[in-house]
């Protein structure tokens, strides 16, 4: 049981307090999370490395595995070539504000997403009829396919990419210091500062101010869809497809759903990141990036939203803040996933039901032992 | 109307490769009625089921639903214009608590789709209370009120085949299949099941049952249908399913030379 008291114990606690207090925990610390790159706290800022910028990118991360889990830990579809959703996002934001056309980035944004939810909805549309393992390779297909393209292509920049995309517009209001820590105490450095609300080359603060805006959006989409019709049907086909079926779910419509709605999000995460680079090619959109992110929702807890936001956080932070032993890098989050799959091969943060059903299997498990007699009087 | 016929089952035959598992079964089933589907293992008593509720499609042979042939609809859709079933192995949605289980029961007829969800428009709201409603109704009916909240792997044997009815219920239909719903239970729990299968007729459904236990099948069902070997070898009522000599043969076995 001690297993999972990490994830258990903790969660229920903030159910149980009353509403207003609930809310203003929520507000606080979503206003913590907006003004950590200015509070530059210590030890978790990242040394040598822009720590505006990590956040950003820890946003895109968290993006996509929201979007992720919408398919993998919502409606159970191994997807393993979601990149190539992130990459079609990203490649139409940079294809109409600056390779063949100029839009200003808000107008081909929603193109974007639009393109990136057809793709997944192209792909769904043959691929959703095959099942497990078989889906696994075909989306595994998709996403190289996907950068193959992309590269051979000259219309897409081909393997020299795209430069120039556009960024956000500007809203130059005014400057906000960020806190400095040299001396031990932290004070207010009036020579570094952030324009609100400046999307530039230099600073990533707005950027990530920005990332985090859509995280939280999309958290909150996420709630509401989950918790209806939609979602119970996504968890039933998961669960148990014939069955589901034989329920009344539509399940291939259902999971054409899911693999749209995480197409969406994913073209969004794209789309992001594309306009922060200003510049991309096919390396950005390796097989690689597909297991990453993968690893982000499977680290976290498939199925747990701020689990995998955890996920996402630890598979994009972690390799930032500890740069300096890069060389091992590959190796400690190899170790790291070993690890993981025999102590908490559920995830981190385990949906909470999971772990219900896990806690009772094992006292069942105990009780017929009979190793543990105090066990008895909880089941 | 009494005596409406509300599902149709005209020369069935299913084939899988070389084997016959249905061959030529004809019945029907009458609204409000219980009819018992029983025969001897490997009969085809799922395999009519499957066949009924779209799993498999027929090699030949026509169903028939309110008049209206089920060829060629989805399974979904054959939920959803009124077939519900449970399962001989019980297949409820294992992490999801028993109140979800009933309600994806009755989502089957409901329309919320992901931008009713998105906005909490009125139609989700409104479908929402009123699965709500009818699922909690349901478990109470069941006796299962108090493990609402429970998920439906936690729940004993015994419950969770009375959730599966539930959840079948749930999908609101006007003809309910069982299959073997008394599986593994006691004859005390068997008796007490039959009472509540009665009263789930007695609710409106019609019911449609299968169970090889002859004798408890006798004091439930309206009429009965016996098959073996994928042939039905007797139809009528209790009384007479009791006395008829090939009923008898199937079940008992004969003398070599008897067997038909």
């Known amino acids: 049981m001690s297993r999972f008291s990490l994830g258990t114990h903790s969660l229920p606690s903030v159910s149980t307090?009353?509403?207003?207090v609930k809310i203003v925990l929520w507000i606080s610390l979503a206003l913590l999370a907006y003004a950590l790159p200015l509070l530059e706290p210590p030890f978790i800022s990242t040394p040598g490395v822009d720590f505006g910028g990590v956040l950003f990118v820890v946003t895109v991360y968290m993006l996509v595995a929201l979007g992720l889990n919408i398919v993998v830990g919502y409606a159970g579809l191994l997807d393993l070539g979601y990149v190539g959703f992130y990459a079609v996002g990203a490649y139409t934001a940079a294809i109409l504000t600056s390779f063949h056309a100029n839009w200003p980035l808000l107008l081909a944004l929603p193109f974007a997403v639009l393109a990136s939810t057809?793709?997944?909805?192209?792909?769904?549309?043959?691929?959703?009829r095959v099942r497990g393992d078989y889906l696994a390779i075909v989306t595994l297909g998709f996403g190289e396919i996907i950068r193959l393209i992309a590269i051979n292509t000259e219309w897409l920049g081909d393997s020299r990419g795209i430069s120039n995309i556009g960024r956000p517009p500007s809203l130059e209001l005014f400057e906000i210091p960020h806190l400095n820590w040299d001396t031990g105490v932290p004070l207010l450095d009036f020579n570094d500062t952030t324009t609100f609300i400046e999307f530039g080359v230099l600073d990533q603060i707005p950027y990530y101010w920005l990332g985090l805006t859509v995280v939280?959006?999309?958290?909150?989409?996420d709630k509401l869809i989950k918790d209806s019709r939609v979602g119970r049907a996504w968890e039933a086909t998961r669960e148990d497809e014939d069955a589901a079926e034989l329920m009344g779910v539509p399940t291939f419509r259902f999971k054409l759903l899911a693999?749209?709605?995480g197409a969406f999000i994913g073209g969004l995460a794209g789309a992001l990141?594309?306009?922060?680079?200003?510049?991309?090619?096919?390396?950005?959109?390796?097989?690689?990036?597909?297991?990453?992110?993968?690893?982000a929702v499977v680290v976290g807890g498939q199925g747990n939203r701020w689990g995998v936001l955890v996920g996402a956080f630890l598979v994009a932070y972690l390799p930032q803040r500890f740069r300096e032993f890069d060389d091992f890098r590959v190796l400690v989050f190899g170790l790291a996933l070993v690890l993981l799959a025999t102590l908490r091969p559920e995830g981190l943060f385990p949906p909470r039901r999971t772990?219900?059903?896990?806690?009772?299997?094992?006292?069942?498990?105990?009780?017929?032992?009979?190793?543990?007699?105090?066990?008895?009087?909880?089941? | 109307m009494p005596d409406a016929r509300i599902l149709e089952v005209d020369q069935l035959t299913l084939q899988f490769g070389g084997?016959?598992?249905?061959?030529?079964?004809?019945?029907?089933?009458?609204?409000?009625?219980?009819?018992?589907?029983?025969?001897?293992?490997?009969a085809g008593k799922t395999t009519c089921f499957n066949a009924i509720t779209g799993v498999y499609k027929p090699t030949s042979g026509t169903i028939r639903f309110n008049g209206e042939s089920l060829a060629g609809r989805k399974r979904f859709q054959i939920?959803?214009?009124?077939?519900?079933?449970?399962?001989?192995?019980?297949?409820?949605?294992?992490?999801?608590?028993?109140l979800e289980n009933v309600l994806v029961g009755a989502d089957a007829q409901h329309t919320t789709g992901i931008v009713s969800a998105l906005f909490r428009l009125p139609k989700h709201r409104r479908e929402e209370i009123a699965g709500h409603d009818l699922a909690m109704e349901l478990l109470r009916f069941m006796g299962l009120a108090k493990q609402a909240d429970e998920l439906a792997a936690n729940l004993s044997y015994g419950d969770q085949r009375r959730l599966e009815i539930a959840r079948a219920m749930a999908t609101q239909p006007k003809l309910i299949c069982l299959d073997e719903p008394a599986a593994g239970f006691n004859p005390q729990e068997k008796r007490v099941l039959m009472d509540l299968i009665r009263k789930v007729r007695d609710r409106g459904f019609t019911v449609l049952l299968i169970e090889h236990d002859m004798r408890l099948v006798m004091g439930v069902t309206d009429r009965i249908v016996v098959l073996e070997f994928g042939k039905k070898i007797a139809e009528g009522a209790p009384a007479e399913i009791r006395d008829n000599p090939a009923v008898i043969a199937a079940y008992l076995g004969v003398e070599e030379e008897d067997a038909s």
């Open chain 1, 259 to 261: 693999f749209a709605t």
């Open chain 1, 17 to 20: 307090l009353p509403k207003p």
């Open chain 1, 118 to 128: 057809l793709s997944g909805v192209l792909l769904g549309w043959p691929t959703l």
């Open chain 1, 216 to 221: 939280i959006l999309v958290l909150i989409a």
């Open chain 2, 79 to 98: 939920t959803q214009s009124g077939i519900a079933r449970t399962f001989q192995n019980i297949r409820l949605f294992p992490t999801m608590t028993a």
């Open chain 1, 355 to 379: 772990v219900r059903a896990k806690q009772l299997e094992q006292e069942l498990d105990e009780l017929e032992e009979g190793t543990d007699g105090e066990e008895k009087t909880h089941a």
């Open chain 1, 273 to 295: 990141f594309a306009s922060r680079q200003s510049f991309i090619n096919p390396l950005n959109f390796l097989l690689l990036f597909s297991i990453l992110f993968l690893a």
């Open chain 2, 19 to 42: 084997l016959t598992a249905l061959d030529n079964v004809s019945f029907d089933i009458k609204e409000g009625e219980i009819l018992g589907l029983i025969g001897p293992n490997g």
